[in-house]
């Protein structure tokens, strides 16, 4: 077995040991291989191994990659899970199946006019500022439900729920904190009547916390690929 396939095993036996301490359904948990950096070739090799959904950060790196692996379009799920700024979101719209981190309501205008016809709606998520800090990305929890609505009406978008990076905290308590918090806020949106089902939470060093408070899906790199230079 290559490393790469070696690698993606033992993840996915974390995510169902974590799922089933947990009391979940491990299917209900999605893992999402971050590819960002890591060459074609290697991608190419998860997939062989049985991996379909990758996540990157960089709007050319990732439209370079879905290019090179182009024969597996049709196969694989390409999630975009960096910052977007707003000169950036045509290509997005063009080529991605999932955006994750909408921080405001501009950005989903631009990729709901820019989403080709023919093409599925963009699945979307809101980045939440969870745990408040210094790292400025994501929206205020307070404003978390109007900016739902308002992206929940656009017509070629589809809000499936909320992602966060909180600060990273060494101990498991301190982890699961944001996690709950951000599953408070989805369980808010569903009560205002928004059909969303989505948890985007937890990274290599967080992701048993993030299972433990409900997460649908984790964003993993480093345990599957390595360290990043
Ligand atoms: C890089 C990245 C990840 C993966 O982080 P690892 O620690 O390598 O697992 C997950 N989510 C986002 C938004 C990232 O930028």
């Known amino acids: 077995m290559s490393v790469i396939a070696a690698n993606l095993q033992a993840?996915?036996?974390?995510?169902?040991a974590a799922a089933q301490q947990a009391g979940r359904d491990p299917s209900g948990v999605t893992l999402l291989a971050v590819s960002k950096t890591v060459a074609p070739a290697i991608v190419r090799a998860a997939f062989q191994a049985g991996q379909a959904a990758f996540g990157e950060n960089y709007v050319q790196e990732g439209l370079d990659k879905i290019a090179a692996l182009a024969d597996l379009r049709d196969r694989i799920t390409w999630h975009f899970i960096g910052p977007l700024q707003s000169n950036k979101t045509r290509p997005v719209a063009e080529h991605f199946d999932w955006v994750h981190a909408i921080d405001r309501l501009k950005?989903?205008?631009?990729?709901?006019?820019q989403r080709p016809?023919?093409?599925a709606?963009?699945?979307v998520c809101i980045q939440v500022n969870i745990s408040d800090e210094a790292s400025k990305s994501g929206v205020a929890p307070a404003e978390v439900l109007p900016?739902?609505?308002?992206?929940?009406?656009?017509?070629?978008?589809r809000l499936r729920g909320l992602m966060a990076i909180p600060a990273p905290a060494d101990d498991p308590d301190a982890?699961?904190?944001?996690?709950?918090?951000?599953?408070?806020?989805?369980?808010?949106l569903r009560q205002s009547g928004l059909h969303v089902d989505t948890?985007?939470?937890?990274?290599s060093a967080d992701m048993g916390a993030a299972i433990a408070e409900?997460?649908?899906?984790?964003?993993?790199?480093?345990?599957?690929?390595?360290?990043?230079?």
């Open 11 to 16: 993840v996915l036996n974390d995510i169902a």
């Open 107 to 113: 950005i989903a205008e631009r990729l709901s006019a």
């Open 117 to 119: 016809a023919g093409m």
């Open 121 to 123: 709606p963009l699945q």
């Open 147 to 157: 900016l739902a609505q308002a992206i929940a009406a656009l017509p070629n978008l």
């Open 175 to 188: 982890q699961r904190r944001p996690f709950a918090a951000l599953r408070g806020l989805l369980d808010q």
């Open 199 to 203: 948890l985007s939470m937890g990274m």
């Open 214 to 229: 409900g997460a649908t899906l984790v964003r993993i790199g480093t345990a599957i690929f390595g360290a990043r230079a």
